[in-house]
């Protein structure tokens, strides 16, 4: 269980941070809100109250001979602000101190991730762009805004991020205070998530258990360090990352050609995805019946090798990384498997884990070993999806990117 400092802006979106709070009090935290004066124009204290089963103060008076503006603060092992108005931010990269919240600000020592909506006009004015660089550089974690539709009837970037991927970010920052550097800036960055079907007719495919939630952690990471993101994204049905491209593709032959046309560009691509090795032959135009003879059996053609096509033609400089999904055998253990397979497919990095019945696929948590083409070997413990994306995007940044 751990203190977390949930501040709250004035905002729309606040109703949606109470879900984000139900989210981290249901993970066992022990979650303190506290809310801006104006935040409570659009939720109001008993909600928080009953969904901390805490104390709700916006001001520094309430409670004043337990010092809260110190303690709050200094007590704090994560502090997010949600929604992070364009107030807010400002308030906050300049120091002031006018309320409970911002006394919380300077008084803690804790990963601090501020999570903006407002409209596109306020995220792209020189004010709020100066100040959220301001708070990055002093070390905070400021999410990118999701793009989609606003309060009025516009659309543009400015929505707060779906709350199950801020608290996956908070849980990264709980788990590894020092996960998110921004250190990714200016990098250029594919990967591939999900898995990919194979059609056999308008209604049936050949397609396998991947969930997208491993490569989809590896998109978000990157983003929250700074880097600009294409996810190629094969069936998954989870939101879209905050801050991410996302190009959707159906088939291995569509994921290739959306991968090579994306990492023209590219510093780094990630094959995070499960592609189907081999496709029907015959792909049926209508919903095949029953005939009452046997049925036919199913030719399979060999799909390509996307990652080693991206091995093959990359440009000098671009980092190719790969995932091994094995069970291992009787003769082989998922280490040796994932050595071979380094080898076999000449990416720069390959990250290995071992799958099976509640294993990787699905979950939230995962563990793995990083196998780098220099012979390294970095053991990832057990820990949740995006704890192991971090320790990715750290290999590669400090092995293979120069410095930024
Ligand atoms: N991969 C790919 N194209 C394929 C199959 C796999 O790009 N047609 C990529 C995956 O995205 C992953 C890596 O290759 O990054 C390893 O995938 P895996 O299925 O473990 O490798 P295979 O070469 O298919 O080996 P195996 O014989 O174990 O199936």
Not at 46 to 67: C, E, F, G, M, N
Not at 143 to 169: F, N, Y
């Amino acid at each position: 269980m751990s203190r977390v400092v949930l501040g709250v802006g004035g905002g729309i979106a606040a109703y949606k941070v109470a879900n984000l709070l139900r989210k981290l009090t249901e993970a066992g935290h022990d979650v303190t809100v506290a809310p801006t004066a104006s935040a409570l124009e659009f939720v109001g204290a008993p909600t928080w109250a009953a969904l901390s089963h805490r104390p709700v103060a916006t001001d520094v008076w309430t409670d004043a001979d337990r010092v809260p503006h110190v303690r709050l603060g200094r007590e704090a092992e994560l502090v997010v602000v949600a929604p992070a108005t364009a107030d807010l931010l400002a308030r906050a990269a300049h120091g002031l101190a006018d309320d409970l919240l911002t006394n919380t600000l300077l008084t803690a020592r804790c990963p601090v991730l501020y999570v903006p909506a407002m409209h596109t006009e306020m995220w792209e004015h020189p004010a709020t762009v100066d100040n959220v660089a301001v708070l990055r550089r002093r070390g905070a974690t400021v999410m990118e805004p999701a793009s989609g539709r606003l309060t009025g009837t516009d659309t543009g970037k400015g929505r707060l991020p779906e709350p199950v991927q801020i608290a996956e970010l908070a849980e990264l920052l709980l788990h590894r205070p020092d996960a998110l550097p921004h250190d990714l800036v200016g990098r250029r960055v594919v990967v591939s998530a999900g898995g990919t079907r194979e059609p056999l007719d308008p209604v049936r495919y050949l397609g396998n258990n991947s969930s997208g939630r491993q490569g989809y952690a590896v998109a978000a990471v990157a983003a929250a360090r700074g880097a600009q993101v294409t996810v190629v994204s094969a069936n998954v049905e989870l939101p879209d990352p905050a801050g991410v491209d996302v190009v959707r593709v159906g088939t291995a032959l569509e994921l290739r050609e959306a991968v090579e046309k994306a990492t023209q560009d590219a510093d780094v691509v990630v094959m995070a995805a499960a592609v189907a090795d081999f496709r029907p032959a015959q792909h049926a135009a209508h919903k095949i019946k029953k005939s009452g003879a046997p049925p036919e059996p199913v030719t399979l053609e060999e799909n390509p090798d996307v990652l080693a096509g991206l091995v093959a033609g990359r440009r000098p400089g671009t980092v190719v990384v790969g995932f091994a999904a094995e069970t291992g055998d009787d003769r082989h253990s998922v280490l040796d498997l994932g050595r071979a397979k380094l080898a076999r497919k000449g990416c720069d990095l390959l990250v290995v884990n071992e799958v099976g019945p509640d294993l990787a696929f699905g979950q939230t948590h995962n563990a793995a070993v990083l196998l780098g083409r220099d012979g390294t070997e970095t053991v990832v413990g057990h820990g949740p999806k995006s704890a192991l994306a971090a320790a990715l995007w750290d290999a590669v940044a400090a092995r293979f990117l120069p410095a930024g």
